[in-house]
């Protein structure tokens, strides 16, 4: 379930986002670190900074500068895990406590196990039959609430063919670290059969 291993476009985003994160909070640190150090070896070669230039520049300029350069990059990942009006394949999935049902335009449901055609967009319609429950599959894409009396929607997009895992991911009471489930992608072409076959070991 590692978000570090991205099998869709809006994950490998989101991966990126956080390896820019990283790298630039590591950066944020060496300096930080070469400033303490230099002040201690060195103790009058920073005594003729004025405290305003500290307080403006470090304390607010530089924070401001790296936050929206930040905001600047993260935003268009975000853009990118939200629906759209084009026709893309739509299937539900409805959390409680604690499991979870998944619907589909041809009609039956499966539980546990959402399948969709890898390679094609698809947009999750996700609701809750109880309690704030969160709906996520980190190999493609970042996290979702499911409110109740509420549907948000969120796409999904596997680019090969696997079973990829997911998780709710806001504590829902003493089932919640049971409440996984499975995201199973087929091959475009054959899945409606596989569908079908699903359903109908189902008894639908």
């Known amino acids: 379930m590692s978000t570090l291993e991205p099998a869709g476009p809006a994950a490998r985003e989101i991966a990126l986002v956080w390896w820019v994160m990283l790298i630039g ?3 944020v640190l060496a300096l930080v670190c070469g400033l303490f150090l230099y002040a201690f070896k060195n103790r009058t070669g920073l005594a003729g900074v004025p405290e305003r230039v500290w307080l403006i520049g470090g304390g607010l300029a530089f924070p401001i500068v790296v936050l ?5 990059w993260a935003l268009p990942s975000g853009q990118s895990m939200l629906p759209r009006d084009d026709g893309a394949f739509r299937v539900e999935a409805e959390a409680f ?4 049902r998944f619907g589909y ?3 039956g449901e499966t539980l546990t196990v959402l399948h969709i055609p890898a390679g094609e967009p698809v947009d999750v319609a996700i609701t809750t039959a109880d309690v704030i429950h969160a709906f996520w599959v980190p190999q493609l894409a970042g996290k979702i609430d499911a409110i109740p009396g ?3 929607v ?4 596997a680019e090969e063919p696997g079973l990829y895992r997911g998780q709710c991911a806001e504590f829902c009471g003493i ?6 489930f499975a995201v199973q992608a087929h091959e475009a072409d054959d899945y ?13």
Do not use: Y
């Open 25 to 27: 909070s590591g950066v």
């Open 68 to 72: 929206i350069a930040l905001l600047a």
């Open 97 to 100: 406590q604690w499991g979870w």
């Open 105 to 107: 335009p041809e009609g």
């Open 150 to 152: 509420q549907t948000n």
């Open 154 to 157: 969120l796409r999904l997009f």
């Open 175 to 180: 089932g919640h670290a049971g409440m996984d």
């Open 192 to 204: 409606e059969a596989a569908l079908a076959r699903v359903l109908e070991e189902a008894g639908q």
